[in-house]
């Protein structure tokens, strides 16, 4: 069995940062692609950003220049730092992986976690 869970989340004034983690445990034998999606009130959940094995990176427009992931690939840990937030940031953030497991491999298959708090005050 596979968990991801985010931590960091909480209350910012625009114009601040946080760093989002997203930690990846069970029977990993591989974590493919990672990436922070977000769905604020009376919206769709969209995309943030997607980092791959490369690693390879991309950006919703919206957050580039402001928001930068990374990943730790011994520690199965990726990252979104957000600097320069603005209240439209505010949502629930998850984190997202495409992973195969000791059991599945090569298949792989998609994980969330449970999602985490990112409030923007104006």
Known sequence: ????????????????????????????????????????????????????????????????????????NAKNIWYIQMNSLKPEDTAVYYCYAVIQTVQTRPYTYQFWGQGTQVTVSP
Do not use: H
Not at 18 to 46: D, H, V
Not at 48 to 64: L, M, Q, W
């Open 1 to 72: 069995q596979v968990q991801l869970v985010e931590s960091g989340g909480g209350l910012v004034q625009a114009g601040g940062s946080l760093r989002l983690s997203c930690a990846a445990s069970g029977n990993i034998f591989r974590i493919n692609t990672m990436a922070w999606y977000r769905q604020a009130p009376g919206k769709q959940r969209e995309l943030v950003a997607t980092i791959t094995s490369s690693p390879t990176t991309n950006y919703a427009d919206s957050v580039k220049g402001r928001f930068t992931i990374s990943r730790d």
